[in-house]
């Protein structure tokens, strides 16, 4: 049985609808006029970078896919201690790593198609570090033996709340200002103003002040 390899090659996408994908994105650019206007609107065209935008099913599991070898790659080729920058087994459930390993999996791809090692110089000399300190500022080791709950669940579940309740303050016609609570540095306060009235109204209770 042969050894394997001590340097692993970049997991290029094999997907035959990750291809066409990044063919349509091509001749969106590239292309004809009729090949442009067959492709329709371009922002609409799903990019394997961003897999919020691969919707067809068939599609968003290829690019998921993709994401996986390169992980697996990455942790192989880019990783000797795992204190300093191993990607988590559990990275789908971090939407944050999920964008970064998107684009940083796009742009290696088109490193590996250069015909010099200059973009490869600059991935190694901006990309990768500016990615291993931004997945150690997010993550830290929160999920070195297991995945933990999202830490930030509460407080992102109290500003889509507070969102709400501005959005139906704003549908009433009322003014919707944000201001810096007096008591407490940082602190956000939502005030409603009645713009017939001029009075403060507390958003939670409906009371005017």
């Known amino acids: ?4 390899p001590l340097v692993q090659p970049f997991p290029m996408p094999t997907s035959d609808l990750i291809r066409s994908a ?3 994105l091509y001749l969106s650019e590239e292309g004809t006029d009729n090949q442009k206007k067959w492709l329709g609107e371009a922002d ?4 394997p970078w961003d897999i919020a935008t691969c919707t067809h099913p068939d599609l968003r599991r290829d690019v998921w896919e993709w994401y996986e070898a390169v992980v697996t790659w990455f942790n192989h080729e880019y990783v000797w201690d795992p204190n ?3 990607i988590p087994s559990c990275w789908p459930l971090h939407p944050h790593l999920v964008h970064e390993i998107g684009v940083l999996a796009d742009q290696r791809r088109i490193i590996a198609q250069a015909t010099n090692s200059n973009s490869l110089e600059e991935w190694h000399r901006y990309s990768l570090p500016s990615f291993l300190e931004r997945l150690h500022a997010r993550v830290r080791q929160h999920c070195d033996d297991r995945h933990n709950a999202w830490p930030a ?3 992102y579940s109290r ?6 309740a501005r959005a139906s303050w704003t549908e009433r016609g009322d003014e919707v200002r944000l201001a810096l609570s007096a008591g407490t540095a940082g602190q956000v306060e939502l005030r ?9 109204i507390d958003p939670r209770t409906g009371e005017v002040l």
Do not use: I, K, Q
């Open 44 to 47: 609409r065209l799903p990019r």
């Open 153 to 155: 669940r509460a407080r």
């Open 22 to 24: 990044y063919w349509d």
């Open 84 to 86: 300093a920058g191993m």
């Open 159 to 164: 500003h889509t709340s507070e969102v709400g």
């Open 1 to 4: 049985m042969d050894a394997e």
């Open 192 to 200: 409603v103003v009645d713009r017939a009235s001029d009075r403060h």
